[in-house]
């Protein structure tokens, strides 16, 4: 078998062929010229033939999809995409062609065999689907932006001018604010930009209404997005978003990986007789994925009465904002078993997140009696029965 390694540029690609005994065979630019990219994979389409096939792996980037879609056109199915971990001190498009090549080389077999490779991030490409979703959650969040971009200056205009308090109502979103605004007596400039912002914002309005039946049809049709809607807070955009970035279950082994494929899990830097340095969370991942579990906190914690408990301990302990973060990861964990079990969202007892979507919460007595042969309560009773004539001496010694 060959072993092509593609570093994906605007203009070029550089390529790195090697051979099964590891000897780099080819190595060239390549035009991203639809017809200079087609000629090289018809050569190699004809020099892989006869060594029984090519093995592709590329580093991730914006535009890999044209490139992906015409590997899978030429038939090309084991094509590894993975994530640049560290920058190369000196780097050149060679030099990274080149370490792409030794790397799929070198860990030909485990790949081959689906299994991990030490330091390398794989990255499964999205399903047609799931891609289309991302972008659509992706454009409404971005529209979401601009539009508060737009009423962050409007109200910087108000403030320039200390106007905002003559306002006729308490907010600027109401049809009588925006009428007020569009009458407003300013400068040439100012009014100039104000009226730019004012047709800025009804553009947003007018391309998010029609982002959101879009939206709503496309979550409707997903059964992973409506299971997540069973969520406080996880509306059509929030659901679909979270779905679409899940994709299949299976490639999480655990619950605690979907927390740490979104970045959720604390940075380690333990070394030598330093153990347990944990920092802040890693970030990795999704940002708008973090971005959504953010908002559904408020409105979990505002619902569900066991899991608001849970946070106040934390947060009690470690303050708002970690507590915060905590109950994000939980939620992810609970997210893990949704799927996993095929079963909506459970106001239940924050301390087991498998609970959460439980179609029954556990019995944490019936746990206690099974094992032990009496309940919690009772063993806390026994417990203090035990210290209470000890106090009752220490108060009568002389």
């Known amino acids: 078998m060959l072993y092509l390694a593609i570093d994906q540029h605007r203009k ?38 006869p ?55 070198t860990s030909r077999h485990r790949l081959a065999a689906g299994k991990k490779v030490l330091n390398v991030r794989q990255v499964v490409p999205a399903s047609p689907r799931d891609a289309e979703d991302r972008q659509l959650t992706t454009l409404r969040h971005r529209l979401c932006r601009l539009r508060t971009r737009t009423l962050n200056r409007v109200q910087h205009l108000l403030l320039k001018h200390n106007l905002q308090r003559d306002c006729p109502t308490k907010g600027i979103k109401t049809k009588a604010a925006r009428k007020w605004l569009s009458e407003l007596t300013l400068g040439p400039i100012d009014r100039l930009e104000l009226d730019q912002l004012l047709a800025h914002w009804e553009l947003a309005d007018k391309q998010l209404a029609e982002l959101e039946p879009k939206l709503a049809e496309r979550q409707a049709l997903n059964a992973t997005a409506r299971l997540i809607a069973t969520i ?42 330093s153990k347990q340095r944990l920092g802040s969370i890693t970030k990795e991942g999704s940002a708008l994925a973090r971005f959504i579990l953010g908002q559904m906190v408020l409105h979990v914690l505002r619902r569900d009465a066991a899991t608001k408990e849970w946070y106040r301990r934390i947060k009690k302990r470690r303050g708002a904002k970690i507590a915060r973060v905590a109950v994000m990861r939980r939620l992810a964990t609970i997210l893990w078993y949704m799927i996993k079990r095929q079963q909506p969202y459970k106001l239940s007892a924050a301390n087991d997140p498998a609970a959460a979507c439980a179609t029954v919460p556990p019995d944490v007595n019936a746990f206690f009696k099974a094992s032990q042969g009496r309940s919690k309560e009772e063993k806390k009773k026994a417990a203090a029965t035990r210290k209470a004539p000890a106090a009752k001496a220490s108060l009568t010694r002389p």
């Open 12 to 49: 070029q690609l550089t390529v790195n062929l090697r051979n099964e005994a590891g000897d780099v065979i080819v190595k060239r630019q390549v035009s991203t010229e639809w017809k200079r990219v087609r000629e090289f994979l018809d050569e190699l389409r004809n020099q892989s033939v």
């Open 51 to 105: 060594e029984g096939g090519v093995a592709i792996i590329l580093e991730v980037c914006g535009f890999n999809d044209w490139l992906l879609k015409l590997l899978a056109e030429y038939g090309y199915q084991q094509i590894v995409l993975v994530q640049a971990e560290k920058r190369d001190r000196h780097k050149t498009d060679r030099r990274d062609a080149n370490a792409l090549g030794e790397l799929l080389w």
């Open 232 to 273: 406080p807070g996880a509306g059509a955009f929030g659901s679909l978003t979270l779905a679409s970035r899940i994709g299949a279950i299976e490639r999480f082994a655990h619950a605690g990986s979907l927390a740490k494929y979104w970045g959720l899990t604390p940075r380690s830097n333990n070394s030598g007789d």
